[in-house]
């Protein structure tokens, strides 16, 4: 008979279902299999749905990133950037970064969205990759982060491993040093990993400053994940493990000084945070007025600024609703536009201690940038836009969303 390792409260749960005496027994192989749980060569439980704080997930995952690759690298939903001759394509379901053959080149791709991090609420992303052969003088790096902090599954030369970032500063651990299985089929898995084919990888961590980072990636037969590798942070270190727990998720490779093409590819991402994302931010509102007619012209805007507290800001702005009103002899339509190119913009922020906003109602006019949304009003008239219902909008750093107006006819005063 195989012995299984049940963690306390899942044995409490199995005992409790089948609390007849033998029933436990004679009923395991079926319970395992039924419960969506996968087992070892020596009969360990691989799975059990545990958050990085080791509660059981009963899919109240919360998504913050979703990026399919299904028809091209959307720039709504990620933003890559390439050095020297590097490249960003897409090409039959999957975004596909290269840096050719010419020496230095870099192609990096970043989800627009982050993963935010909650205190006490553990953070997860998952995705795919076919990474390239690791070689000597180059990088190739997916998970989440940017170039100052991050955690990744990657290649720093020949070696295959996972890294910390903090600050530009890395920790690199190759496969041969993994704490888990390390995949080389003497683990537990017994499954060797080929990093050249399509591989599904995930990571989630409890940050808190100094608590556990763990990766895994996915048994080929079974679909389920195996832990690989857990950077054990607490009771070792005066410092956190990152700078900055709210990353987007990041998909990069270089080739160095070498003429080396490292190609990585990718058809999906997701990231979630394990629990409600309850919103904790501050909550703010400005508001103007001013008289329009049948030219379209800037009532206010709203920017995200790029740094706060003297740091590169990786914060966003959840718009929630916008309250519009008129008071003239025409209707009035109200249009949202994100990042338009504004006359004579003068943004002031709302309070540079405590918010990333800021706010202009001085511009004259506007051009480009993408419509999100409109609402007509009446001669006299209000209503409520209900941003965060009707178009779930997040403004990124840098980002502007500017409410604009135009009367059908004649003047009217607006509010906003």
């Known amino acids: 008979m195989k012995n299984f390792t049940i963690p306390n409260f899942l044995a409490g749960i199995i005992i409790g279902a089948v609390i007849l005496g033998a029933g436990l027994f004679i009923g395991m192989n079926s319970l395992i299999a039924e419960a969506g749980l996968s087992q070892t060569q020596s009969g360990d439980i691989l799975d059990v749905g545990l958050s990085a704080f080791g509660g059981l997930l009963v899919d109240q995952k919360e998504p913050q990133v979703q990026i399919a690759f299904n028809y091209n690298i959307n720039s709504r939903q990620a933003s890559t950037t390439v050095v020297g001759s590097g490249t960003a394509t897409f090409s039959d379901g999957l975004a596909v970064l290269n840096t050719t053959t010419g020496a230095n080149s870099t192609s990096t791709m970043e989800s627009l969205n982050v993963i935010k991090y909650n205190a006490g609420t553990g953070a997860e992303m998952e995705g795919t990759a076919i990474f390239t052969e690791c070689t000597a003088g180059t990088t190739q790096e997916f998970g989440i982060g940017d170039n100052e902090d991050g955690i990744f599954f990657g290649c720093r030369d020949t070696d295959f491993g996972t890294i910390i970032r903090r600050s530009g500063s890395e920790t690199f651990t190759a496969t041969s040093s993994w704490t888990g299985d390390e995949m080389d089929g003497f683990g537990e898995s017994g499954q060797t ?63 160095g000084g070498t003429s080396n093409a490292i190609t990585i590819k990718t058809g999906s991402w997701a990231g979630f945070s394990q629990g409600k994302d309850g919103f904790g931010g501050l909550a703010i509102a400005s508001s103007t007025v001013l008289n329009v007619g049948v030219t379209e012209v800037p009532v206010l805007s709203i920017r995200a600024t790029t740094t706060f507290q003297s740091q590169k800001s990786r914060i966003r702005i959840k718009l929630k609703t916008a309250s519009l009103s008129t008071d003239g002899a025409q209707s009035v339509t109200f249009i949202g536009t994100l990042n338009p190119t504004l006359t004579g913009a003068n943004f002031v922020s709302f309070d540079t201690d405590t918010s990333v906003s800021a706010f202009d109602s001085t511009a004259t006019a506007l051009s480009g940038g993408t419509v999100v949304n409109t609402l007509g009003l009446a001669k006299d008239d209000s209503k409520i836009m209900q941003i965060e219902d009707d178009i779930d909008l997040e403004l990124t750093p840098g980002d502007i969303l500017t409410i604009s107006a135009v009367s059908r006819a004649g003047t009217s005063d607006v509010s906003v």
């Not at 961590?205 to 100094?210: D, E, K, P, T, V």
């Not at 996915?218 to 950077?231: C, P, R």
């Not at 009771?235 to 990353?247: D, F, G, K, M, V």
């Open 193 to 255: 990993i080929d990093i050249t084919k399509g591989n599904v990888y995930k990571i989630d961590f409890q940050y808190l400053g100094f608590g556990a980072i763990r990766y895994f990636i996915e048994e080929s037969e079974t679909g389920h994940f195996i832990l690989v590798h857990t950077e054990a942070y607490a009771n070792q270190n005066t410092e956190t493990s990152i700078r900055q727990p709210i990353l987007p998720i990041r998909m990069s490779v270089t080739n």
